[in-house]
């Protein structure tokens, strides 16, 4: 009886933080996928990010944030769920009952491990597939001007030497529907004036040789070559025309230490750059534990302090904790502590915090 008793508090107070959990991580997601929504979207319209890569890289974007949100949602979901309950009295009348502190630590630690092998398999194993993945996106760019180009807007390209505008692209981008290009082809040596090459065509397709190059082939439209402002241009009327469109290559494959796997890391750990970073990702697992213990003693109030009475100082030991952390990566980096020191010291440092606010949150109960 006394055990089935326990589950049914272990159930309420878990369902309790969880839901504030899911909130928290919600809205932290709709923030940042916000403003990358926008730098995606900056980059699209400056043709460097294909329209059709932007679904898969706001997918891929969020298993990589819950790696880094849901330590920080956790702690706060602790300090709202058990801060509300010592408000409404429920936590005095369920420790008169004989729920002990040892017990809250308990079914917290439970909890906590939960989330803790979350997120250690999205930082550790899922999110360095992914973040490789979303670098090569946005790295490596396009090699193929239709897929930056967005129906209905002018695309301007070799610095304005060249212009595209399509109404229609069929969903494999091959297959066009009215398409307008310019081209700048030469400078009159004696006038300075400029030719220009303009076509017109009802419809057209993308082909690719054999040697990688591609073309825009027009078919049953206008070609027009002259000076703007003259009269003196030529129209040609072409069963099909071809325009040779140009090779993009934003730059080369993405290298950077946050795609590399922890086993890479764990095999180059002599390297102090590949150590801190793998240090970092550890870090980000601990950091669920050691912020577990810290939120169930700054999570007690009196009823009559309101339940976001410790909220403030609550943040500031995480902003301390997370910013001691830049802090020792950076040291680690440039050489100036022992790899053997590395970043634990921090974690040491505020497990003793922790572990002293704790103790001295149970003696203050009796």
Known sequence: MRLHAQMIIFRYLMREVLMILLAIVVILLIIVLVSQLSDFLARIASGTLPLLFLGKLLLISIPILLGLFLPFAFYLALLLGYSRLYADSEMVVLQASGFSEHQLLLNSFISALFIT??????????GPNLVEERGKILSNGVNNVLQTVIPGRFKVLNEGQQIIYVEQLSRDRQHITNIFTAQLTQIDPKTKQEVWDVSFAPQGQQITQSDGSQYLQLQHGYHYQGVAGQ?????????????????????GPYTHLDGMSSWELWQGRS??????????RVSLTLQ???????????SRVKPRQGRYAKFLPAILIYLVYVNLIFVARYLLEKGMVSPMIGLWWVHVLILIVALGLYFEFRVSRR
């Open 231 to 251: 009269q003196n241009y030529t129209v040609y009327k072409n069963e099909q025309y071809s325009v040779l469109l140009p090779r993009i290559t934003i730059s």
């Open 117 to 126: 092998a979350i997120t250690g398999y999205l930082v550790l194993f899922l």
């Open 288 to 298: 669920v534990l050691i912020l577990m213990i810290l939120a169930i003693p700054l």
């Open 271 to 280: 390297n102090v750059m590949e150590l801190a970073e793998l240090e970092w």
